[in-house]
T-cell receptor
Framework: GAGVSQTPSNKVTEKGKYVELRCDPI?????LYWYRQSLGQGPEFLIY????????DSGLPNDRFFAVRPEGSVSTLKIQRTERGDSAVYLC???????????FGQGTRLTVV | GENVEQHPSTLSVQEGDSAVIKCTYS??????FPWYKQELGKRPQLIID?????GEKKDQRIAVTLNKTAKHFSLHITETQPEDSAVYFC??????????FGKGTRLSVIA
C-alpha cells in the first residue's frame, strides 16, 4: 500500500476483554514498530520487529501485551484482560531497516470502559 | 534506556517570528536525530532529520543543528506561519535501535 495502515481506527472495549490491533506496513519495509501515545505525551516505545522476529520487546508494559509478525509483513498487537489504563492511541510505524525514516500509521484509538 | 529531554513544553510565537525547540540526550552512541510534527488527531510526520556526521541541515524554513559534544540538538523554524502550529517531537536512535521520543512541544503561531 501507499502508507502504513492500521485497523481499526477506533476501538471501544470493556474492561477485562481481549483486543487485537492490526498494522499493515509499507511494502518492503523490514522494520516495524509499535508505540503507545497517551494524551499530551510523546510516543512510547513498545516493541519492534526486524523481519518476523521481535528484536526488542523491552517496552511492553507487562505480560498482557503481546505482538506477532508471522510472515514479516502484517503485525498484530494483542492485549489481554484490558484495563482502563490501557486506553491510548496505539501507533505503528515501519522503516527500511532501522536506520531509515520511520513512517507512522494513523493509529488505533483504544478506549477501555 | 536512552532518555531525551525536550524543552519547552509549550511555545507561542507571533507569525513571522522564529521558533526554537531544544532536545538534550545522554547516550553518546546516538547517531540519528529526526524531528516529527503531529497535528491534532493526525499521525506524526517526519519534517527533518540529521545524522551524527553533520552539524546542521536546512530545508527551506526549517533547520536542525546538532552539537555532539554537548549532546543536544535543536529545531529552528523561521518566518513562522499559522500552519506551523502543531506538536513537535524530537527523537533519536543509535541507528539499529528503535526511536526514543521526547515529550513534545506544543507550538502556537499567533496571527
Amino acid at each position: 500500500g501507499a502508507g502504513v495502515s492500521q485497523t481499526p481506527s477506533n476501538k471501544v472495549t470493556e474492561k477485562g476483554k481481549y483486543v487485537e490491533l492490526r498494522c499493515d506496513p509499507i511494502s518492503g519495509h523490514t522494520a516495524l514498530y509499535w508505540y503507545r501515545q497517551s494524551l499530551g505525551q510523546g510516543p512510547e516505545f513498545l516493541i519492534y520487529f526486524q523481519g518476523t522476529g521481535a528484536a526488542d520487546d523491552s517496552g511492553l508494559p507487562n505480560d498482557r501485551f503481546f505482538a506477532v509478525r508471522p510472515e514479516g509483513s502484517v503485525s498484530t498487537l494483542k492485549i489481554q484482560r484490558t484495563e482502563r489504563g490501557d486506553s491510548a492511541v496505539y501507533l505503528c510505524a515501519s522503516s527500511q531497516g532501522t536506520a531509515g525514516e520511520a513512517f507512522f500509521g494513523q493509529g488505533t484509538r483504544l478506549t477501555v470502559v | 534506556g536512552e532518555n531525551v529531554e525536550q524543552h519547552p513544553s509549550t511555545l507561542s510565537v507571533q507569525e513571522g517570528d522564529s521558533a526554537v525547540i531544544k532536545c538534550t540526550y545522554s547516550d553518546s552512541a546516538s547517531n540519528y536525530f529526526p524531528w516529527y510534527k503531529q497535528e491534532l488527531g493526525k499521525r506524526p510526520q517526519l519534517i527533518i532529520d540529521i545524522r551524527s556526521n553533520v552539524g546542521e541541515k536546512k530545508d527551506q524554513r526549517i533547520a536542525v543543528t546538532l552539537n555532539k559534544t554537548a549532546k543536544h540538538f535543536s529545531l529552528h523554524i523561521t518566518e513562522t506561519q499559522p500552519e506551523d502550529s502543531a506538536v513537535y517531537f524530537c527523537a533519536l536512535s543509535r541507528g539499529n535501535t528503535p526511536l526514543v521520543f521526547g515529550k513534545g512541544t506544543r507550538l502556537s503561531v499567533i496571527a
